[in-house]
């Protein structure tokens, strides 16, 4: 009798410590789980405004890479104008020089020719003259031949004339000529001197010592930094995207965790409270 009533209170101490052990390890693991709640709600709410925030960046990335590629896009445009601009005047220039050297011949041939219509007209009317000096002492001499080298002195010195009044449209064509190959050189040296300074390349495409300060050289280097730009905003908004992700996940798992682990103390302690 006195072993059964020493052993029965020593057994339900030990039922109610143990219970308060078990109690006490579910209510550690519940604040342990919410500490990991908070935890990641912390980094969600961190990965959150740091995902706004790259995002943000991006859009601006990407409007200055639009901004850029335009600009791009605009300066290949002045280039082949310029190049166009260039190509045609040189082939204008060739084109006016050509026709000058044409004119140029064509004017000493009618220097030629009016020289030699000048002797002939001279050796005419000296033969004219000379017929009718005979005519005087010979009356046979035909009245036709001398009215025939009348008529050709005549039809010489209209030739002369006509061919003078060519020579001086000629004349006139060659200064109007020159005046346009000077305008289409100027304009080729010109167009050549533009494409020097806009592209920082020579005549012959190779750089010159001014190329990086050239405007076509800074337009297109602008455009590569805001397609790096934009890449690498691209790159850290995924990144952080794919952490928010994780994190969203870690956060869902550690609430059933912890709602699981509260639902199981409150069963314990209820069960304890009723024990």
Request: glycine share 2%; proline share 0%; charged share 25%.
């Given at each position: 009798m006195n072993n059964i009533t020493i052993n029965a209170p020593q057994k339900r101490y030990g039922?109610?410590?143990?219970?308060?052990a078990e109690l006490d390890l579910l209510e550690e693991e519940v604040r342990n789980a919410e500490y990991t709640v908070q935890q990641f709600e912390a980094m969600v709410t961190s990965l959150t405004e740091k995902s706004n925030k790259f995002t943000a960046l991006l859009q601006t990335a990407d409007a200055k890479r639009a901004t850029a590629l335009s600009n791009w896009d605009l300066a290949q445009d002045v280039l082949k104008n310029l190049t166009d601009l260039k190509n045609s005047s040189e082939i204008a220039l060739e084109e006016m020089s050509e026709t000058d050297v044409k004119v140029d011949d064509l004017t000493k041939n009618l220097t030629q020719m009016i020289k030699e219509l000048i002797y002939s007209a001279e050796m005419i009317e000296k033969l004219s003259n000379l017929v009718i000096r005979r005519k005087a002492q010979n009356p046979l001499i035909s009245d036709e031949l001398i009215t025939i080298l009348g008529t050709a002195g005549q039809d010489a010195n209209n030739a002369?004339?006509?061919?003078?009044?060519?020579?001086?449209?000629?004349?006139?064509?060659?200064?109007?000529n020159k005046e346009t190959e000077a305008i289409s050189s100027l304009e080729f040296m010109q167009?050549?001197?533009?494409?020097?300074?806009?592209?920082?390349?020579?005549?012959?495409g190779k750089a010159t010592e001014d190329q990086e300060a050239s405007l076509f050289y800074l337009i297109h280097k602008a455009y590569q930094e805001a397609e790096k730009n934009y890449e690498k905003a691209q790159d850290a908004n995924t990144l952080t995207a794919?952490?928010?992700?994780?994190?969203?996940?870690?956060?869902?798992?550690?609430?059933?965790?912890?709602?699981?682990?509260q639902s199981g103390y409150a069963a314990a302690n209820a069960a304890a409270l009723a024990s």
């Open positions: 039922v109610t410590e143990r219970k308060k002369v004339a006509a061919t003078l009044v060519a020579l001086k449209s000629t004349y006139t064509t060659q200064s109007s167009a050549v001197n533009l494409l020097e300074v806009y592209t920082g390349t020579d005549s012959d794919k952490q928010l992700n994780e994190a969203q996940s870690n956060l869902e798992k550690a609430q059933v965790k912890l709602t699981s682990l």
